[in-house]
Each structure stands twice: as C-alpha cells, then as structure tokens.
T-cell receptor
Framework: NAGVTQTPKFQVLKTGQSMTLQCAQDMNHNSMYWYRQDPGMGLRLIYYSASEGTTDKGEVPNGYNVSRLNKREFSLRLESAAPSQTSVYFC????????????FGSGTQLSVL | EDQVTQSPEALRLQEGESSSLNCSYTVSGLRGLFWYRQDPGKGPEFLFTLYSAGEEKEKERLKATLTKKESFLHITAPKPEDSATYLCAVQARGGADGLTFGKGTHLIIQP
C-alpha cells in the first residue's frame, strides 16, 4: 500500500551539478505531476503527464526536464542546478472518476549551494 | 489566469474554539475545488473535493462549503491534532491539467 514513492528524501547539490528525482506510483493512475513548494509561494506546477508517453509544461518549467518512463514512473531532471531551484519537490498522481483527487509523495528537500 | 487566495495566513485557536478558513478563487470555469491538509515534512493529504456551488462535505470535525466565488473550511470544536497547514486548490474546466494552489492557512490548536 505504498501509494506515491519519491527518492531521494534529501539532496544537496552544488551549482551546475545535475540530478534526477525519481517518482513511482502503484495505483495505476494515468496522470502524474511534479510540484515545487517554496515558503510564501505555495505549491507550483512544474510539469505534468496526462498519460504514458506524454508530458506538458506547467507554471514553472524552466530549468527542468521530465520523463514518463512508463505508467508507474515519472522522473524530474535538473540538468544544471541553480540556487533558485532550492525547494521541496512533490510528485503526485491523480485518480479519475467521480471523486478525483491528487495523491502526493512525501517530498524531496533539495538544497543547491 | 486562475488564482486562489487563502485567509488568514495563520490562525491560533484554543482547543474547542470553532472557526472557519476562507478560500477565494478566480477560475475560468470551475471543474473542482480541493482541500488538503499538510503536516510538517510531509506531502499534502486529501480532504475534500467540491464541484458546484451549494455543495457541502463533512469529515469528523471538518466541513467544507462552496459558493461561486469562495469556499470555507469550518472546524468545529478542534483538537490539537487538527494543527496543520490547510491548502485550497482549484482545477479549471477545459484548461491545462493540474491544480492551482493557494498559499495555505497555518492552523495551531492550543490545548
């Protein structure tokens, strides 16, 4: 009964380094999302994937890339990390039907020095 | 552009003291309004989805209501374990996927 699993939980990078945040869901959901959460800013959508094989930009996509590897997995890549990307990152998947909702992972706290 | 404004930013109550949190929204056709609870160091946890004006949903000490311009989260006789940040979000009909979130209300219930 894992739901949405994110790795790693914490990461410290130097400016210019690259890394990939991993996300997997076991609920057979079609749609998956990446959000970032900053103090005083609320949650902002980075990228989303409505189905396997498709990805679209959200509100703040610059500096990020995503891959929908299969129906379960949706990864977020920082090619050249910047201090402005210091944030908490959340992955989510969405259930459909009459009572749709987002299920969130526990987050990745990323610091870029 | 969709917008969500939550008030107050922070609220401190005594145990048993009922109150309401507000969520005002601007959206080009509402598909759904969502309430989430977030505890420190954790991801948001789903509470309610409301779809049309006049709709109400309840869960334990929480009741969510919806009008055409705002939603309220009423907390009746709260307990310390209700302390958390409460997030409101909207999804527009026919627009890009994903939710637009407010900045949240940080609620503290003192014993």
């Amino acid at each position: 009964n894992a739901g949405v699993t994110q790795t790693p939980k914490f990461q410290v990078l130097k400016t210019g380094q690259s890394m990939t945040l991993q996300c997997a869901q076991d609920m057979n959901h079609n749609s998956m999302y990446w959000y970032r959460q900053d103090p005083g800013m609320g949650l902002r959508l980075i990228y989303y994937s409505a189905s396997e094989g498709t990805t679209d930009k959200g509100e703040v996509p610059n500096g990020y890339n995503v891959s929908r590897l299969n129906k379960r997995e949706f990864s977020l890549r920082l090619e050249s990390a910047a201090p402005s990307q210091t944030s908490v990152y959340f992955c989510a998947s969405r259930s459909g039907g009459a009572n749709e909702k987002l299920f969130f992972g526990s987050g990745t706290q990323l610091s870029v020095l | 552009e969709d917008q969500v404004t939550q008030s107050p930013e922070a609220l401190r109550l005594q145990e048993g003291e009922s109150s309401s949190l507000n969520c005002s929204y601007t959206v080009s056709g509402l598909r759904g309004l969502f309430w989430y609870r977030q505890d420190p160091g954790k991801g948001p946890e789903f509470l309610f989805t409301l779809y049309s004006a006049g709709e109400e949903k309840e869960k334990e000490r929480l009741k969510a209501t919806l009008t055409k311009k705002e939603s309220f989260l009423h907390i009746t006789a709260p307990k310390p374990e209700d302390s958390a940040t409460y997030l409101c979000a909207v999804q527009a009909r026919g627009g890009a996927d994903g939710l637009t979130f407010g900045k949240g209300t940080h609620l503290i219930i003192q014993p």
